[in-house]
């Protein structure tokens, strides 16, 4: 294991150590003011297989690129494929997608992005709560709801009252990606690890998922760019 530098914030409001991994990899240790050294180092090395697990998280992905402007000519990836943007100054409505092309009305162009946004977040409800459902049943496991989010650095999230967090971007990958994420979340319901256990669970399911893994790997950072 390499060394590591984590960020230690004391405060004197805690009565235990808690360790975080930030979205960028940062290990974030947070103890009772005057905790020694020799007591984070401890722990440190107690949690090693903890960190390394939440640092090699399939889910975490790198930090965004600069947020694209949607213009004409543009690309919008929708269901892990690209699709143009156009623009059209008689438009038969605000923004049309036919399953090839986008078409915005001319006028509202400065507004692409976000008319986009609202379109892929209406689209992200339809496809993912019914696959929840699905997978859920197949899986046996019970949730206590399912919510759409701007979740900034995760693809998805199980909480510990079993809420299933999704990130609503998740609509811009491939299908498969898509149903990784839920299986992978709803598999927490039954281990909460990422023990071989887990992964069996998963492969149940996905027999394939090692290749959505792989495509989250390459191109999960370019589902940022829309903003
Ligand atoms: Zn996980």
């Not at 038969?92 to 006028?107: K, Q």
Request: aromatic share 10%.
């Amino acid at each position: 294991m390499s060394p590591l530098t984590p960020e230690i914030k004391f405060s004197n409001r805690r009565r235990t150590i808690g360790l975080t991994v930030e979205r960028d990899r940062q290990l974030v240790v947070y103890a009772p003011t005057g905790t020694s050294d020799d007591t984070i180092q401890a722990i440190l090395h107690q949690k090693r297989h903890w960190i390394q697990e939440k640092l090699a998280h399939p889910q975490k992905y790198p930090a965004a690129s600069p947020a694209q402007r949607l213009l004409p000519g543009s690309s919008i990836y929708f269901l892990g494929r690209t699709h143009l943007l156009l623009s059209d100054s008689e438009p038969t409505a605000p923004l049309h997608f036919d399953g090839h092309t986008f078409t915005l009305g001319a006028a509202l162009l400065p507004k692409a992005s976000a008319l986009v946004q609202i379109w892929l977040r209406q689209q992200a409800q339809a496809v993912i709560t019914p696959r929840v459902e699905r997978f859920a049943r197949s899986l046996g496991v019970t949730y206590q709801r399912i919510q759409l989010l701007d979740l900034k650095y995760r693809w998805g999230s199980c909480t510990a009252n079993a809420a299933l967090l999704f990130n609503w971007r998740l609509i811009q990958a491939p299908s498969t990606v898509i149903n990784y994420i839920i299986v992978h979340e709803l598999a927490h319901l039954l281990v909460p690890d990422h023990s071989t256990t887990f992964w069996n669970v998963v492969a149940v399911q996905l027999p394939l998922y090692e290749h959505a893994k792989k495509w989250l790997r390459d191109y999960g950072a370019i589902l940022e760019e829309l903003d």
